[in-house]
């Protein structure tokens, strides 16, 4: 009962700019065991605090502008329209702040972008682009109700919704939503895999109404 009162008192609302320092701090730490982050960001001692850096630039520079961006008190998430799929390239001043942050391991993350951008349909579609719970937050629901209010979104417009899992035991979590996979990426330079998944709409094996 717990966990359901949780849900429902903490539900999925808009994040704006002065939430950045909340939402980075959650996704710092939801991302702490990640496999891409940890190759990534491979010194654990300071994985934390560029993380904190990296979400920080992510969502003020770039997310903020052209995503649908909400929050719960302990986890966050960002979905792309699929309007703004033409805008969600980082502009050159976010770019540069981000190969500052992750230094020498810059180009490995720009090579693993340009891989997994291969593997992006051209269908129109809403794609959740990131998300994640503080530890704290496990089993709560609040990361749940975050993936029902970007899919409620989906369903409403009749399209699917696309993400990219670099962590394999969150598979399951998805296919929960009525995810599958369609593919499994394999990056440059010994990254890890990603594993792209898709979700038809809710409503697309109705029969039409008579």
């Known amino acids: 009962m717990q966990n359901v009162a949780v849900a429902m008192t903490d539900m999925p609302r808009p994040a704006v700019i002065d939430d950045a320092g909340q939402i980075s701090g959650s996704l710092a730490r939801a991302f702490g065991d990640d496999p891409m982050m940890c190759w990534l960001f491979p010194r654990?001692?300071?994985?934390e605090t560029?993380?904190?850096?990296?979400?920080?630039?992510?969502?003020?520079?770039?997310?903020?502008?052209?995503?649908?961006?909400?929050?719960?008190?302990?986890?966050?998430?960002?979905?792309?329209?699929?309007?703004?799929r033409d805008q969600a390239v980082p502009d050159a001043g976010t770019i540069e702040e981000?190969?500052?942050?992750?230094?020498?391991?810059?180009?490995?993350?720009?090579?693993?972008?340009?891989?997994?951008?291969?593997?992006?349909?051209?269908?129109?579609?809403?794609?959740?682009?990131?998300?994640?719970?503080?530890?704290i937050a496990q089993g709560t629901g609040q990361g749940a109700a975050l993936v029902r209010s970007g899919l409620a979104r989906a369903d409403a417009a009749g399209l699917p919704a696309r993400l990219e899992s670099s962590k394999a035991s969150n598979i399951p979590f998805y296919e929960h939503f009525g995810f599958t996979v369609t593919d499994e990426?394999?990056?440059p330079g010994g990254g890890p895999?990603?594993?792209?998944m898709r979700r038809t709409p809710a409503d697309a094996h109705r029969a039409p109404a008579e």
């Open 44 to 47: 654990e001692s300071s994985r």
């Open 50 to 84: 560029s993380l904190t850096r990296y979400f920080t630039t992510l969502f003020t520079r770039q997310y903020i502008r052209s995503a649908v961006c909400e929050r719960t008190a302990d986890a966050a998430a960002f979905w792309m329209p699929p309007e703004a």
């Open 98 to 135: 981000l190969r500052s942050i992750l230094g020498d391991r810059a180009d490995a993350f720009a090579e693993a972008v340009t891989e997994a951008a291969k593997h992006t349909p051209r269908e129109p579609h809403w794609y959740l682009a990131l998300i994640g719970a503080d530890p």
């Open 185 to 187: 990426v394999h990056l």
């Open 193 to 196: 895999p990603l594993w792209s």
